[in-house]
């Protein structure tokens, strides 16, 4: 018998849970007393790049994640908070299971939305993830071109692969938490999962 992945399971979940049964999560941006990073990291000024501009202006509304959690089609949990191999974590994913399976990769519309969650319980909107099927990709796409948005190239994760999902390309935009690492890199050593609730 074959079993679905996490993220398969919550899209699944999606189709069949009506938007009025999700809970309200406490979000860190309306938390009173939080230290906010993003508050203080301003793309704009450091020139780091214009798509992470259009990143932050498609997903301010999303730093209180109750807006994310009760749109018409909800953004559903796909990971729990997922750590780095040697250091750092990517956070929690919420992903829009419409925008996983259509093939296209759009600046203003991201397939995930990663959140870190804080000691409060809250959850901190930190980055996107562009997430595009490869076969959905190729099928659209028989040119045999490297999926890219705004100039910045994709990263090609394999099947099988510990999200239990086909074959996939994804890039990481860090819109809302400076990373050491990049803008762009899998794991940013600033957000943590030290306070992952238990699942």
Not at 16 to 38: I, K, M, T
Not at 54 to 74: F, G, H, M, S
Not at 109 to 119: A, G, K, Q
Not at 132 to 141: E, F, I, S
Request: proline residues 11%.
């Amino acid at each position: 018998m074959k079993t679905l992945s996490p993220l398969f399971a919550a899209i699944a979940a999606v189709l069949v849970v009506p938007p009025y049964a999700l809970a309200e999560l406490p979000s860190a941006q309306h938390s009173h007393g939080a230290q906010l990073s993003s508050q203080d990291f301003s793309p704009a000024k450091s020139g780091i790049s214009p798509l992470i501009d259009k990143v932050r202006a498609a997903t301010a509304p999303y730093l209180d994640i109750n807006v994310a959690l009760n749109e018409p089609e909800p953004w559903v949990r796909g990971t729990p908070c997922v750590s780095g191999p040697n250091s750092g974590a990517m956070g929690v994913h919420y992903i829009k299971p419409s925008r996983v399976f259509d093939g296209v990769l759009n600046a203003d519309e991201p397939e995930s939305l990663i959140y870190e969650p804080m000691p409060n319980g809250a959850l901190r909107l930190v980055g996107v993830e562009f997430i595009v099927l490869a076969d959905d990709w190729t099928r659209l796409h028989p040119d045999g071109s490297t999926p890219a948005l705004d100039g910045h190239l994709t990263n090609y994760v394999g099947a099988p692969n510990r999200y239990g999902l086909p074959a996939f390309y994804e890039l990481h935009v860090w819109a809302w938490e400076h990373n050491p690492n990049g803008s762009f890199a899998d794991w940013n050593t600033q957000v943590s999962c030290d306070s992952q609730p238990p699942l």
